[in-house]
């Protein structure tokens, strides 16, 4: 099931976008990256588990963000959810897939200044911009239409199912 959340003014995110123009987000490409996904830039706030080393905490972006990272938990405050990570895209355009380490619904929501790249769920468009859409995507195939103009952020706030309940951390 897909449902569209109260949108959130754009306004609400001039703060976060204004942030965001300042630092370099991570290129994720081959071993860092997701199967089919490509070279794209992209990173995680909130919990997390370590790739190598397996500890549990706060993401390294968390850290290296903390203004960011209160940012987009103010704005995650918006939404009625419980969520424990918080992934940022920036100009993706993702492919078709599940995630697969996401438990329940996850909620997406995208702002900046571009046009096109929609999020498709089960075949069906919807534009997530400034409009939280809800959904299952560990369920639900999911990716965007490559017509992607512009700069584009999105926000995917997720309950990352391998790690235990610290949602009061985020």
């Not at 897909?2 to 001039?14: A, G, H, Q, R, Y």
């Not at 490509?38 to 909130?46: K, L, Q, V, W």
């Not at 409009?131 to 706030?157: A, C, E, R």
Request: net charge negative.
């Amino acid at each position: 099931m897909v449902t569209l959340l109260n949108p959130i003014p754009c306004d609400e995110f001039n703060v976060l976008y204004d942030m965001l123009q300042d630092i370099s987000i991570s290129i994720k490409k081959g071993r860092s990256s997701r199967m089919g996904f490509g070279e794209h830039r992209a990173t995680t706030f909130g919990m997390v588990r370590g790739r190598f080393n397996g500890i549990i905490g706060l993401s390294h972006s968390s850290h290296k963000y903390p203004d960011i990272y209160k940012e987009i938990l103010r704005i995650g405050s918006l939404i009625d959810m419980k969520f424990n990570a918080i992934h940022l895209n920036h100009n993706v355009v993702c492919p078709k897939h599940l995630d697969s380490n996401n438990y329940g619904d996850s909620v997406l929501i995208s702002f900046g200044e571009y046009e096109g790249c929609n999020i498709v769920i089960e075949d069906k468009k919807y534009d997530a911009f400034c409009q939280p859409i809800m959904f299952d995507g560990s369920k639900l195939f999911h990716w965007n239409t490559d017509d992607l103009i512009g700069n584009k952020y999105s926000l995917v706030f997720f309950y990352n199912k391998s790690l235990p309940d610290l949602t009061w951390l985020c």
